[in-house]
């Protein structure tokens, strides 16, 4: 019998299986997103060598002087874009900022779409140029992984299969590359990243140098979350979520501290957070209302409900 928190599915199932296979991933991920919130994802189409390629140059950059790094972290971007300070962000609920520095690299848009206006440009770091170009060709592989997921989920809520497509084509994703440096005093009552939900559709996180990820479950119980090799961790976001109505879990999520013997230990870790356009309409979808799940949101965009929620982070003022 397995001891793992989340369920685990084969991504080529869907995107290359009989039409058997399709419909139990369909079942299968849309079973463990109503009832989890999370799911572990296999075959999902990202490489490796890209991954572990990215990971490399992501700690080339993390390993740069405080002053370099500094030079990438634009006040007014809102950490969308470039470098965010160690200590900068803080989940909705906690007045302590999570022990953790990061990078973002955004949509950039190559198909003349207007929306091009509405997106800053990426901040590209001229210590380490594999950092950008790795983190580019990453960003755009996680986006097709993440378009399969969202196809499957859209048969499970009985919408039409491409229902996500125009919403996510060139949607606001964000790419983070994030180190949780070594802990060398004894923290004020902060972890790594205190528990809070994500704000996007869903999010892809392939692997992390080191563990500490956990969940809670409905019981109220934190769950390690362990992934295999070459596994990617996806969960909901909390604008899927209000999408459908509270019927797909955006679930409360951290990351701990290691043991104190284990403190010199720093932390890589790479998620992507799939945005759809700012335009979306957030508005719960009908056959997600009912009797036994009223009506629990009020409708607002994609766009007003991203700078909601990063004023409460406290990257946005």
């Excluded at 210590?127 to 790795?134: H, I, K, S």
């Excluded at 996680?142 to 060139?170: K, M, T």
Aim: aromatic share 10%.
């Amino acid at each position: 019998m397995s001891n793992r928190a989340i369920p685990l599915v084969d991504l080529s199932k869907f995107v290359n299986g009989t039409e058997e296979e399709r419909t139990d991933f369909i079942n299968t991920l849309g079973n463990a997103f109503h009832d989890v919130g999370f799911v572990g994802v296999i075959n999902h189409g990202v490489p490796k060598e890209l991954v572990d390629g990215f990971y490399g140059s992501a700690k080339d950059f993390f390993k740069l002087p405080v002053s370099t790094k500094k030079r990438y972290e634009i006040e007014a971007l809102a950490g969308q874009r470039g470098y965010t300070s160690f200590g900068r962000e803080k989940a909705k609920q906690s007045e302590v900022a999570d022990l953790k520095e990061f990078y973002q690299f955004g949509q950039e848009v190559e198909d003349g779409d207007p929306i091009k206006e509405v997106y800053p440009d990426n901040i590209y770091v001229d210590e380490t140029p594999a950092f950008t170009n790795l983190g580019r060709d990453l960003y755009k592989s996680f986006e097709v992984a993440g378009g399969h997921l969202l196809r499957a989920i859209a048969i499970h809520l009985d919408l039409p299969e491409d229902y996500f497509g125009s919403r996510i084509h060139n949607g606001n994703s964000i790419l983070r590359a994030i180190h949780y440096p070594p802990i060398t005093k004894e923290p004020d009552s902060a972890i790594r990243a205190e528990e809070h939900e994500d704000i996007n559709l869903i999010t892809l996180l392939v692997g992390a140098s080191a563990g500490g990820l956990q969940l809670m479950n409905k019981e109220g119980q934190w769950l390690d979350i362990v992934p295999e090799e070459d596994e990617i961790v996806v969960n909901v976001g909390d604008m899927l979520q209000r999408l459908t109505n509270d019927y797909l879990r955006s679930t409360t999520h951290r990351v701990v501290n290691p043991p104190r013997e284990l403190w010199h230990t720093p932390r890589l870790s790479i998620p992507f957070f799939l945005h759809p356009r700012a335009e979306m309409d957030l508005t719960c979808l009908d056959n997600c209302v009912t009797e036994e799940r009223p009506l629990k949101y009020d409708p607002i965009t994609a766009g007003d409900y991203l700078d909601e929620r990063l004023r409460q982070i406290g990257l946005k003022k």
